[in-house]
């Protein structure tokens, strides 16, 4: 893999694991320099590549992410749209501005939905 992509994975899984699963475990300090050496370690695996052999597969996944993206977009709208009662009606005071804007959050992740679709059916059409 390139040094690029690479530096993503690891710096991503780190940032997953150090900063959502155990958020105290580390000090700032201790966080960061983790990070910097994701990326030398990225730096180093990617001195050794002749070729970008990964980049290729790396690429392929993040290019079947968008038709994911796209159903789940359109899943949630289709949801939202479905669902009768509002979320405001629950008692939840966390969820008042998005009671608000119920059916502008819907209509948006809908059209968003079928964006991310009909762009990712064009993307495999010209491959």
Same mark, same amino acid.
């Given at each position: ?49 002749? #070729?970008? !052999?990964?980049?290729? $597969?790396? &690429? @392929?996944?993040?290019?079947? %992410? ?6 789940? +977009? ?27 804007? #119920?059916? !502008?959050?819907?209509? $948006?992740? &809908? @059209?968003?939905?079928?964006? %991310? ?6 993307? +495999?059409?010209?491959?």
């Amino acid at each position: 893999m390139s040094f690029l992509f690479l530096a993503a994975v690891l710096s991503g899984i780190y940032g997953v694991v150090f900063a959502y699963a155990f958020p105290e475990a580390l000090n700032p300090f201790e966080y960061w320099s983790g990070m910097v050496l994701c990326f030398v370690v990225a730096r180093v695996f990617g001195s050794r590549a002749r #070729d970008a !052999a990964g980049d290729d $597969a790396f &690429m @392929a996944v993040l290019k079947l %992410l968008i038709p994911l993206g796209g159903m789940g +977009f359109l899943g949630y709208g289709l949801w939202l749209w479905s669902n009768n009662e509002s979320v405001t009606e629950a008692g939840d005071q966390a969820y008042a501005v998005i009671g608000t804007y #119920d059916s !502008a959050i819907m209509l $948006a992740s &809908m @059209a968003l939905g079928v964006y %991310l679709l009909l762009m990712s059916v064009q993307m +495999f059409r010209r491959r």
